[in-house]
């Protein structure tokens, strides 16, 4: 009966939050409560606010916005950049050429589940959400293309997390290429949410870092 009384008074509870920031919040609170529970040593204050942030999204409500007569116009945001230098013992047109078909990816950034292309301009990516919660999906499009040169390529515009991407090549003089990367996400969190982002903001960046990292060792390992 209690049980029951409570779902009831959940249920009661006003829906002041866009469905946007649920998605996020929930998002937020499945890396927190991952990241407090699985790592060592639990972090029982992060499990905490992963509750708080799981119940936001699922329930809509908020009780910050709650207790405010409107809910805050200014939206704040995080931006998280990646930026990564490597020399890679491959030729540039073999590099590039590797890179140019985001499909390849997946195979050394873990962090994505798949890139499909679907044309020559645009392609769908899924990232993983930590934890294998879930996968989180947009499209993207190549913005600059410049053989053995360069690559950028940007989200579109209705992507929940935006990214923008470049990638440089660059030939170092003894048969091999130089590599520039930079990476770019706009996690567009709500005012309370931005604790989170600041949180969020290293995993992410970190797991990135990584993964490009280790397109080195996927070309001098032979596998490309």
Not at 39 to 67: D, E, Q, V, W
Not at 171 to 185: C, W
Request: aromatic share 8%; net charge positive.
């Amino acid at each position: 009966m209690k049980v029951q009384e409570a779902i009831s008074r959940l249920s009661d509870l006003e829906v002041n939050v866009g469905s946007t920031e649920r998605l996020l919040s929930v998002l937020s609170g499945s890396v927190l409560l991952y990241d407090a529970l699985v790592k060592k040593p639990k972090n029982l204050p992060g499990a905490l606010l992963a509750g708080f942030m799981i119940f936001r999204g699922t329930s809509g409500h908020c009780f910050g916005y709650a207790l405010l007569k409107d809910k805050p116009k200014v939206e704040k945001s995080k931006n998280i950049v990646i930026k990564v230098q490597m020399i890679i013992d491959r030729p540039v047109s073999s590099v590039y050429t590797f890179w140019r078909n985001f499909e390849n990816l997946p195979l050394f950034m873990k962090h994505l589940e798949s890139v499909t292309v679907l044309d020559e301009e645009n392609s769908e990516w899924r990232m993983k959400i930590p934890g294998n919660l879930g996968t989180i999906p947009w499209k993207a499009a190549i913005i600059k293309d410049e053989k053995d040169k360069e690559i950028r390529w940007r989200s579109y515009s209705d992507a929940l997390i935006h990214n923008i991407g470049s990638v440089q090549f660059y030939d170092n003089g003894k048969g091999g290429t130089k590599l520039d990367v930079i990476i770019a996400y706009h996690i567009p969190f709500g005012y309370i949410g931005e604790t989170i982002g600041k949180v969020l903001a290293p995993i992410l960046k970190n797991t990135v870092e990584e993964d490009i990292k280790r397109c080195k060792q996927h070309f001098e390992s032979g596998l490309a």
